[in-house]
């Protein structure tokens, strides 16, 4: 079956730390990866995606992530955090229809 | 370019009662899609469309319908609300299977 795993619900960092979040899936084919970030009250935005080719995906805000077919895994990294970046983030899989994972809420403490 | 709009932004029912959740993309995008977010369950597909006139059962399709007669408009109707339909729904939409999804804003809805 296909799915996304978030290991880790909450997470929370100091301002200027570095960050990583964890995205884990189980999918057929080749996948197409998104990260979503989501601010208190808003839709989704995308920070990045991964459909193919170079493996470290560079996206919005400073966001990095990279694609390990090995281990199934499309983790989500920054290497210095803002207050600005707390929120909730979401990992996605598919293509036509996109599989969710349940988020991980980062709190930025200052 | 508002991008994707949904209406209303908060909505309450009584159990059994209809209504229609509409959203509007001015993008000229091909696809749409209808979601729900509960907590700890991420977001989940109810229904989608690949084109005007065209819909598809997502991964919770029960109790929801969808109609897309005009490009720019994907509805989402509920028959008879229940409590479990309590959420937020989100509209998506984009140009081709593969591209960036835009989301809008949510529709908060409780069902008492």
């Known amino acids: 079956a296909q799915s996304v795993t978030q290991p880790d619900i909450h997470i929370t960092v100091s301002e200027g730390a570095s960050l990583e979040l964890r995205c884990n899936y189980s999918y057929g084919a080749t996948p197409y990866l998104f990260w979503y970030v989501q601010s208190p009250g808003q839709g989704l935005q995308l920070l990045l995606k991964y459909f193919s080719g170079d493996t470290l995906v560079q996206g919005i805000k400073g966001f990095e992530a990279e694609f390990k077919r090995s281990q199934s895994s499309f983790n989500l990294r920054k290497p210095s955090v803002h207050w600005s970046d707390a929120a909730e983030y979401f990992c996605a899989v598919g293509e036509s229809k996109l599989i969710f994972g349940a988020g991980t809420r980062l709190a930025v403490h200052p | 370019n508002a991008g994707v709009t949904q209406t209303p932004k908060f909505r309450v029912l009584k159990t059994g009662q209809s209504m229609t959740l509409l959203c509007a993309q001015d993008?000229?995008?091909?696809?749409m899609y209808w979601y729900r977010q509960d907590p700890g369950m991420g977001l989940r597909l109810i229904h989608y469309s690949v084109g005007e006139g065209t819909t598809a059962k997502g991964e919770v399709p029960d109790g929801y319908n969808v109609s897309r007669l005009k490009k720019q408009n994907f509805l989402l109707g509920l028959e008879s609300a229940a409590p479990s339909q309590t959420s937020v729904y989100f509209c998506?939409?984009?140009?081709?299977?593969?591209?960036?999804?835009?989301f809008g804003p949510g529709t908060r809805l409780t069902v008492l």
């Open positions: 998506a939409s984009s140009n081709v299977v593969t591209d960036t999804q835009y």
């Open positions: 993008m000229n995008h091909e696809y």
